[in-house]
């Protein structure tokens, strides 16, 4: 398969063409409304001098529309968290190369064009966005996009799948096993994994359906909790140790990707994990960026960062969350395709504390994309 020539416009004078950036945001999975915000911080601060921005927004149930230019739009209002709404003219991407780019879709159905665009940034997460699916389309119709294409993101989204392919890259995992129903955890597995376990969805976010389990009692909810969001669910023994992340970004120049300085979080001792509320709703949740650990140990994770973001085949941007435990024993957690991607979310704070700003990071991942472009690497 070719691959995409790199688009970048010619310069004439100062009066270069811009190039045509289709953000995409909201989405159909629970993150809908966070990836709304990440929209809005990203409508603010790219240089719009450079780039000409199509918002994209897609509602809940999946329809595509051509929102407004307007990042206040797109903020929280108070506790009132944004949406996408149907409103605005209803947009589709072919899945045909030839076929001009994006279209809107008048009442009738008829197809009017709204014009080539250059690079696409699916500021999506979680399933319709993150996990392959949207990338698969954007191949289909050739058009550049952020972030990894469709195998890494679908590894990034199954913790399942992501779990074997760091082990088998001889990278620190965990143990865990994978059941379909409660009664597939064998008393050896019970014995291996010990108390408390983590249950949780293989393929979610946002610590949705998640829980810890400290008494076998209590496992059998657990599982049926995780399977209201994914018949497969993982049990993983439950490590103890501080909570580290790290942000990993491909180089312009090729060669192998970038990791940021480790931040830590701090988790209020009220709740028992990193869960939903202490992550979107308390103020009392804390972060050190960059954290405080001994060089030896930041060595350690940002190492292993980049090789857990090799072993996926990640492309241009992903955050790895890992352990660092009591003796200084890094394990790995998940890797995340699409972090969260407000200024202060954790993924740009980090990128920030090791010298690239929001703004330089946005070109970066657009200049990256472009390189990129589609097809095999
Ligand atoms: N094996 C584990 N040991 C200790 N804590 C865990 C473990 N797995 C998950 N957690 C806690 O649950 C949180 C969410 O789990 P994670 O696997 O990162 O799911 P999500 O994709 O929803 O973020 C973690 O940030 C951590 O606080
Ligand atoms: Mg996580």
């Known amino acids: 398969m070719l691959r995409t020539e790199s688009r970048f416009p010619v310069m004439v004078g100062r009066m270069a063409a811009r190039i045509r950036v289709a953000v995409l945001f909201g989405g159909r999975s629970t993150e ?10 990203v409508l603010r601060a790219i240089d719009r001098e450079r780039y000409e921005v199509i918002p994209i927004g897609i509602t809940p149930e999946g329809r595509w529309v051509w929102a407004h230019d307007d990042p206040a739009a797109l903020e929280p209002k108070g506790r009132e968290l944004p949406t996408v709404t149907g409103d605005g003219s209803h947009v589709a991407l072919p899945a045909d190369p030839t076929a001009g780019g994006l279209r809107i879709l008048d009442l009738n159905g008829a197809a009017g064009a709204l014009g080539k665009v250059d690079v696409v940034f699916p500021l999506l997460h ?10 698969g389309l954007l191949e289909m119709a050739g058009v550049p996009y952020v972030g990894s294409g469709v195998f890494g993101s679908a590894a990034g989204m199954d913790k399942v799948h992501m779990k074997a392919l760091l082990r088998a890259a001889s990278l620190p995992v965990g143990p865990y096993v994978v059941v379909r129903s409660p009664d597939e955890l064998t008393d050896a597995d019970r014995e291996r994994l010990g108390l408390p376990v983590f249950v949780k969805p293989a393929r979610s976010g946002s610590s949705v359906g998640i829980s810890k389990v400290k008494k076998w009692g209590d496992f ?10 994914d018949p497969k669910v993982l049990v993983e023994a439950a490590v103890e140790g501080r909570e580290i992340e790290c942000a990993v970004l491909d180089r312009l120049g090729g060669g192998p990707p970038e990791a940021s300085l480790p931040a830590e979080i701090f988790v209020p001792e009220q709740y028992e994990f990193y869960d939903y509320e202490a992550k979107y709703l308390s103020e009392d949740t804390r972060f050190a960026v960059p954290a405080d650990l001994p ?3 930041t060595a350690a994770v940002r190492d292993v960062a980049c090789r857990a973001f090799t072993a996926l085949d990640c492309a241009g941007l992903a955050r790895v969350d890992v352990f660092v435990r009591p003796d200084g024993a890094v394990l790995l957690n998940e890797v995340n395709t699409m972090p969260g991607f407000t200024p202060v979310s954790m993924f740009p704070r980090m ?5 690239v700003n929001y703004s330089e990071l946005i070109d970066r991942l657009l200049r990256l994309a472009l390189v990129r472009g589609t097809g095999l690497h």
């Open 351 to 355: 990128w920030a504390a090791t010298g």
């Open 32 to 41: 809908h409304e966070i990836s709304c915000i990440s929209a809005s911080s």
């Open 126 to 135: 979680g399933t319709f966005g993150e996990d392959g699916t949207v990338q």
């Open 220 to 229: 059998e909810s657990a599982v049926a909790d995780a399977r209201k969001h």
């Open 295 to 297: 060089h030896g140990v």
